[in-house]
């Protein structure tokens, strides 16, 4: 099992920076990639953006140009750098990793949550 913790979330006016980061441990050796989701009120759990662990990046097109995904690999660590934040980029916001499928592997963490404010 792979334990995921969330951190680095809080409120933010709009056009400014928040950098998110999320902690792996567990079976960390399972790991293909990790990536990043959120889910803002009334709507579905969405993906930001993925890292694999060569660095190979995807990012949803609403996120491109603002956001970047980094890991650390001998951390065990993956960030989420948000430059140019939006109000609809407010959400809660949440790891997880992949397997060498690109499905999710881990249970959910308690996220950690981004406001915009306007």
């Known amino acids: 099992q792979v334990q995921l913790v969330e951190s680095g979330g809080g409120l933010v006016q709009a056009g400014g920076p928040l950098n998110l980061s999320c902690a792996a441990s567990g079976s960390i050796f399972s790991i293909n990639a990790l990536a990043w989701y959120r889910q803002a009120p009334g709507k579905q759990r969405e993906l930001v953006a993925h890292?694999?662990?060569?660095?190979?990046?995807n990012y949803a097109d609403s996120v491109k140009g603002r956001f970047t995904i980094s890991r650390d690999n001998a951390k065990n660590t993956v960030y989420l750098q948000m430059n140019s934040l939006k109000p609809e980029d407010t959400a809660v916001y949440y790891c997880?990793?992949?397997?060498?499928?690109?499905?999710?592997?881990?249970?959910w963490g308690q996220g950690t949550q981004v406001t915009v404010s306007s």
């Open positions: 997880n990793a992949l397997d060498k499928y690109y499905r999710i592997s881990a249970s």
């Open positions: 890292i694999s662990s060569r660095g190979s990046t």
